[in-house]
């Protein structure tokens, strides 16, 4: 089964950048779609952005331009690299696998 774990959250100013990283353990035969998702206070978790097979990715129209999705699969790694954050980025973190695999989440804020 796979389990997910992400790093990288802290805080930062607006602005700044982070990097977050998904470390993928177990089998990862079949799992064609990952994924960043997040989650702020009081709101609904929401899709981030999405990386397909060998990279075809999709992003909310909130992040793009800004935050770039990436995948090794050999090293069963997704990383989500976040330029120019704003503080309404502000939120947990979730990194998805495909199957409805989650991880336990990481905090991002972003101070004006």
């Known amino acids: 089964q796979v389990q997910l774990v992400e790093s990288g959250g802290g805080l930062v100013q607006a602005g700044g950048s982070l990097r977050l990283s998904c470390a993928a353990s177990?089998?990862?035969?079949?799992?064609?779609?990952m994924g960043w998702y997040r989650q702020a206070p009081g709101k609904q978790r929401e899709l981030v952005a999405m990386?397909?097979?060998?990279?075809?990715?999709n992003y909310a129209d909130a992040v793009k331009g800004r935050f770039t999705i990436s995948r090794d699969n050999a090293e069963k790694m997704v990383y989500l690299q976040m330029n120019s954050l704003k503080p309404e980025d502000t939120a947990v973190y979730y990194c998805?696998?495909?199957?409805?695999?989650w991880g336990q989440g990481t905090q991002v804020t972003v101070s004006s």
């Open positions: 998805y696998a495909q199957g409805g695999v």
């Open positions: 177990g089998s990862m035969f079949r799992i064609n779609v």
């Open positions: 990386i397909i097979g060998a990279g075809s990715t």
